[in-house]
């Protein structure tokens, strides 16, 4: 078997060898002990979000992240509704695109990508537009890696008597988030983000009372909501056949956050992570594309360097070929890679991957103290 390279990615992630393990065995999906675990992280879930107080409920849906969205948006917003989604980058866009698709009336507003959603816009188009429901939008956009302000998007949405969900796939787990506190109606989330368990299936972090109140509005069979909660609630089970490995592994992964301190610890590990990665990739000569303060510990994107023998692909492969894999770039106002510094990876895992990066530059002959990067 060969060894894995280590992701700096936004997921899947680099797990711990002990969460792998925790995957080599069987687990019957209607076992006691399945559903022990089930309820078991379910619990956890709320309490990492701070909502464990009995007005929220967590909810684990089946597949990726985009299919938990896809749950939450094709199962909460009645026919009545509208969806307004503030947009900084593609997973602003994906949510408008399941919207559409869905058949949601839905209002988009766009936004520059290396700015966060300026709320104060976002005030003036719900008062401006009475029709509107429900607000989307993500809090760490991670085609960029910017951090948007969600507390005060929150009170805002609120404020104007509107639902707010928010996309936290790529931050929650690795950023403290007070759901109830920044007054986020519904939450989503994935296994294989900050919490580093294996990809599998989401979860979302919904408010009771408005969970209840969508009874009806659900346009999908696998993926309703309400029915998969009603499930999990009356007998403990997954409607369909559950991922019960993710699960495992999941288990593992919330006793090794608690073991780091929690979302703190975590977040002080990540934030190192992105601090060392920064002064290398600086002293290499490459630009970030984020100002530092709209910068988060999740993700970094690097502008492509303008150098006449750069050349991505061969930057990439070269590096994959070291054993570090980095990821392309996804903002679509200026050409970018990006470096995630979340999942099982430490500073001396960074200090290798910039040394790696120092020696294919100059196996590429390409010395970027003078370079000038892509607009
Ligand atoms: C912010 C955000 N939203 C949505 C997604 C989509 O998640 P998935 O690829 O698991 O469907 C991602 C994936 O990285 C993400 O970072």
């Given at each position: 078997?060969?060894?894995?390279?280590?992701?700096?990615?936004?997921?899947?992630?680099?797990?711990?060898?002990?969460?792998?393990?925790?995957?080599?065995?069987?687990?019957?999906?209607?076992?006691?002990?399945?559903?022990?675990?089930?309820?078991?992280?379910?619990?956890?879930?709320?309490?990492?979000?701070?909502?464990?107080?009995?007005?929220?409920?967590?909810?684990?849906?089946?597949?990726?992240?985009?299919?938990?969205?896809?749950?939450?948006?094709?199962?909460?917003?009645?026919?009545?509704?509208?969806?307004?989604?503030?947009?900084?980058?593609?997973?602003?866009?994906?949510?408008?695109?399941?919207?559409?698709?869905?058949?949601?009336?839905?209002?988009?507003?766009?936004?520059?990508?290396?700015?966060?959603?300026?709320?104060?816009?976002?005030?003036?188009?719900?008062?401006?537009?009475?029709?509107?429901?429900?607000?989307?939008?993500?809090?760490?956009?991670?085609?960029?890696?910017?951090?948007?302000?969600?507390?005060?998007?929150?009170?805002?949405?609120?404020?104007?008597?509107?639902?707010?969900?928010?996309?936290?796939?790529?931050?929650?787990?690795?950023?403290?988030?007070?759901?109830?506190?920044?007054?986020?109606?519904?939450?989503?989330?994935?296994?294989?983000?900050?919490?580093?368990?294996?990809?599998?299936?989401?979860?979302?972090?919904?408010?009771?009372?408005?969970?209840?109140?969508?009874?009806?509005?659900?346009?999908?069979?696998?993926?309703?909501?309400?029915?998969?909660?009603?499930?999990?609630?009356?007998?403990?089970?997954?409607?369909?056949?559950?991922?019960?490995?993710?699960?495992?592994?999941?288990?593992?992964?919330?006793?090794?956050?608690?073991?780091?301190?929690?979302?703190?610890?975590?977040?002080?590990?990540?934030?190192?992570?992105?601090?060392?990665?920064?002064?290398?990739?600086?002293?290499?000569g490459?630009?970030?594309?984020?100002?530092?303060?709209?910068?988060?510990?999740?993700?970094?994107?690097?502008?492509?360097p303008a150098h006449?023998?750069?050349?991505?692909?061969?930057?990439?492969?070269?590096?994959?070929?070291?054993?570090?894999?980095?990821?392309?770039?996804?903002?679509?106002?200026?050409?970018?890679?990006?470096?995630?510094?979340?999942?099982?990876?430490?500073?001396?895992?960074?200090?290798?991957?910039?040394?790696?990066?120092?020696?294919?530059?100059?196996?590429?002959?390409v010395d970027l103290s003078h370079a000038v990067?892509?607009?």
């Open positions: 078997m060969s060894q894995s390279k280590l992701l700096f990615t936004p997921g899947p992630l680099t797990t711990s060898e002990t969460v792998k393990q925790a995957m080599l065995r069987d687990l019957g999906s209607r076992d006691a002990e399945f559903v022990s675990l089930v309820s078991h992280i379910r619990r956890r879930l709320l309490e990492l979000g701070q909502v464990a107080n009995g007005s929220y409920e967590a909810i684990l849906m089946q597949g990726s992240g985009t299919f938990a969205i896809e749950s939450v948006l094709s199962s909460l917003v009645p026919s009545s509704g509208k969806l307004l989604v503030a947009i900084n980058g593609a997973y602003g866009h994906r949510m408008a695109k399941i919207a559409t698709v869905l058949g949601i009336s839905c209002k988009t507003m766009v936004f520059e990508e290396a700015t966060p959603v300026p709320v104060e816009r976002v005030r003036r188009a719900l008062a401006e537009d009475p029709a509107i429901t429900h607000v989307a939008t993500v809090h760490c956009e991670t085609s960029t890696g910017i951090v948007n302000p969600i507390a005060e998007l929150g009170r805002t949405v609120h404020n104007a008597g509107r639902i707010f969900m928010v996309d936290a796939m790529s931050s929650f787990g690795g950023i403290a988030i007070d759901i109830a506190g920044q007054q986020i109606d519904f939450l989503v989330s994935s296994a294989n983000k900050c919490i580093q368990g294996v990809p599998g299936f989401a979860f979302v972090l919904a408010r009771r009372d408005l969970l209840l109140a969508a009874e009806g509005c659900a346009r999908s069979v696998s993926l309703d909501l309400l029915a998969q909660w009603r499930e999990l609630e009356n007998d403990g089970q997954f409607r369909f056949t559950p991922p019960t490995h993710a699960l495992l592994a999941f288990e593992q992964a919330l006793q090794e956050l608690e073991a780091e301190g929690g979302v703190a610890g975590r977040a002080a590990r990540y934030a190192a992570n992105q601090q060392v990665l920064m002064n290398g990739m600086t002293e290499l490459f630009d970030a594309y984020l100002a530092p303060e709209h910068q988060s510990h999740i993700i970094t994107s690097f502008r492509l006449e023998r750069f050349d991505f692909p061969s930057f990439y492969r070269r590096l994959s070929e070291l054993g570090f894999v980095i990821y392309a770039g996804k903002a679509s106002q200026a050409d970018c890679f990006r470096v995630g510094t979340i999942g099982h990876i430490f500073p001396q895992d960074i200090r290798a991957l910039v040394a790696a990066i120092r020696r294919v530059l100059r196996e590429m002959q990067t892509h607009p």
